[in-house]
């Protein structure tokens, strides 16, 4: 058995309304990720394919902060670093695969990506609301809520960008989008880094 001193200092997060919004959350990002990659390769979208990505990657981090839940502060906080440097890493591998496309110029498919965009627009809205009552609480509940924003964000961003595609005929919005879609992917890792690293302080301290 743990020591009291192991347990989570706030279970006000750790409900069975909890784990399966998670559930659902992960299937569904899981699921529509394998789709929306299928479907970059067949738009030859860099920012479907991106998307894509940051929905594997959400599914993926979504279930590592399921398995962290009745885990101690210091082991959650070392799971939300996980989750943070991994989002970095994904950030920094799209945009160097970006800036590699930019000299290798494929016009992507602008319907498909409109239609991919809004599916999976459809699918994150769905998982902000099943994770809007649970987005407050430590480092690890933080990354999942970032995660599933950030996704309805980078949907948003796909849409417009397959509209200037259509307008412009270039593959320039297609990869603009997805190096914004990027930069999110590193704005949300420095920010949960930095949360899970105060919470290993609290952690150490308490």
């Given at each position: 058995m743990p020591d009291d001193d192991d347990l989570p200092k706030d279970l006000a997060h750790i409900t069975p309304a909890y784990k399966r919004a998670l559930w659902i959350v992960v299937l569904i990002n899981v699921g529509y990720g394998i789709a929306e990659m299928i479907g970059g390769f067949l738009a030859d979208s860099q920012a479907l394919k991106a998307d894509a990505l940051d929905f594997l990657g959400d599914g993926s981090i979504t279930f590592l902060g399921l398995l962290a839940i009745g885990w101690g502060l210091k082991l959650r906080a070392r799971s939300a670093l996980l989750q943070g440097i991994f989002l970095g890493v994904m950030?920094?591998?799209?945009?160097?695969?970006?800036?590699?496309?930019?000299?290798?110029?494929?016009?992507?498919?602008?319907?498909?990506?409109?239609?991919?965009?809004?599916?999976?627009?459809?699918?994150?809205?769905?998982?902000?609301?099943?994770?809007?009552?649970?987005?407050?609480?430590?480092?690890?509940?933080?990354?999942?809520?970032?995660?599933?924003?950030?996704?309805?964000?980078?949907?948003?961003?796909?849409?417009?960008?397959?509209?200037?595609?259509?307008?412009?005929?270039?593959?320039?919005?297609?990869?603009?989008?997805?190096?914004?879609?990027?930069?999110l992917f590193l704005q949300s890792s420095f920010s949960i880094i930095k949360d899970a690293r105060n919470d290993l302080k609290q952690s150490e301290s308490s």
């Amino acid at each position: 058995m743990p020591d009291d001193d192991d347990l989570p200092k706030d279970l006000a997060h750790i409900t069975p309304a909890y784990k399966r919004a998670l559930w659902i959350v992960v299937l569904i990002n899981v699921g529509y990720g394998i789709a929306e990659m299928i479907g970059g390769f067949l738009a030859d979208s860099q920012a479907l394919k991106a998307d894509a990505l940051d929905f594997l990657g959400d599914g993926s981090i979504t279930f590592l902060g399921l398995l962290a839940i009745g885990w101690g502060l210091k082991l959650r906080a070392r799971s939300a670093l996980l989750q943070g440097i991994f989002l970095g890493v994904m950030g920094i591998a799209v945009l160097g695969y970006t800036i590699y496309r930019t000299q290798v110029l494929h016009v992507p498919e602008a319907g498909m990506m409109g239609v991919f965009g809004f599916g999976a627009l459809l699918i994150n809205v769905l998982a902000v609301i099943i994770l809007l009552p649970h987005r407050k609480g430590d480092a690890n509940v933080r990354a999942v809520w970032l995660f599933s924003r950030n996704d309805a964000l980078g949907n948003i961003l796909v849409i417009v960008g397959a509209g200037f595609v259509f307008l412009t005929g270039t593959s320039y919005p297609d990869l603009i989008v997805a190096g914004i879609i990027a930069s999110l992917f590193l704005q949300s890792s420095f920010s949960i880094i930095k949360d899970a690293r105060n919470d290993l302080k609290q952690s150490e301290s308490s």
